[in-house]
């Protein structure tokens, strides 16, 4: 029965890393803000459509990716600094509905413009399965792996070592502070933002040639990043991205020892128990603050 173990293991992470970078993106802009993203979904759809569209433009494959990544981001700045700023001063509440209503915008947008067909990206390098440890692995979930913890090593960096990273640190830890010491908190927002639409978009690049993509993929995509970015604990970077990992191996595990028709519900069942033990989530602290 567990002989299939290892390859539940390997497509569980491969997804789960997906999950993971959405999980960052969610938790970047709550720790600059402090609110709940919604669309940030349809940044992973927007990753996974413009490479698409772009490569049906003629793009080789590397340009496709980076131009969607980078309109992506361009659309994440635009979102706040055109709908989110105007409004900041209202209720968190107000702010989540409205960032639901983006979502709801930009996955009509990208029907109207594509129609509601699914398409695919073709796989980085080739589709011929490698033999890991009685697993077949794509070459492409070793991509997706790769490439993630590759921005997981980036962000740590650019948090630990730039500027504009300390300062972004700087007002997830007290607004007001950061402001009197100089930092821009509302260009910081932007950037977190921007950000968030990067992360989103690059997971949505590296997917689309396993699982394929849709005008509508963001909606269950957005939910998953935004249950692991709790499973991991709101607010801690590190837990969005295990926890993105581990949402995605047990949906995975569920899905071949009790069944595909439950998949989605399993993930969300285990997550349900573990917040009824630990409401801060499995690597959150013992009250809700923002890191």
Not at 120 to 125: C, D, I, R
Not at 153 to 180: D, N, P, Q, V, W
Not at 258 to 280: E, G, H, M, N, R
Request: proline share 4%.
């Amino acid at each position: 029965m567990l002989s299939g173990a290892p390859q539940y293991l390997v497509s569980g992470l491969t997804v789960g890393a997906t999950y993971g970078l959405t999980a960052l993106g969610f938790t970047m802009i709550f720790n600059t803000t402090g609110i709940i993203n919604f669309a940030q979904g349809e940044f992973v759809m927007l990753g996974g459509m413009l490479s698409v569209v772009l490569m049906k433009a003629g793009a080789p494959l590397p340009l496709a990716i980076a131009l969607a990544v980078a309109v992506a981001a361009l659309a994440g700045a635009l979102i706040e600094r055109a709908v989110i700023r105007p409004v900041g001063r209202s209720a968190p509440v107000n702010l989540v509905i409205i960032t639901i209503g983006v979502s709801i915008l930009v996955r009509g947008a990208v029907m109207l413009a594509f129609g509601k067909d699914t398409f695919s990206l073709p796989a980085f390098s080739g589709t011929k399965p490698l033999s890991i440890l009685g697993a077949a692995v794509q070459p492409q979930s070793i991509w997706v792996l790769a490439i993630t913890l590759a921005l997981l090593a980036a962000l740590k960096l650019f948090f630990s070592r730039t500027i504009h990273g300390k300062a972004m640190l700087a007002c997830a830890c007290e607004r007001k502070a950061a402001s009197l010491m100089g930092i821009s908190v509302e260009r910081m927002a932007m950037f977190s933002f921007a950000l968030s639409g990067f992360l989103g978009a690059v997971g949505g690049a590296i997917l689309t040639p396993i699982t394929l993509t849709s005008y509508d993929v963001g909606v269950m995509l957005g939910l998953k990043g935004f249950a692991a970015c709790i499973l991991g604990g709101l607010g801690n970077p590190f837990g969005a991205a295990a926890g993105g990992l581990i949402l995605g191996v047990l949906e995975s595990l569920g899905a071949g020892f009790i069944s595909s028709a439950y998949k989605d519900a399993f993930a969300f069942i285990v997550l349900l128990a573990l917040l009824f033990v630990k409401p801060t989530g499995l690597f959150g602290g013992p009250k809700s603050d923002r890191v």
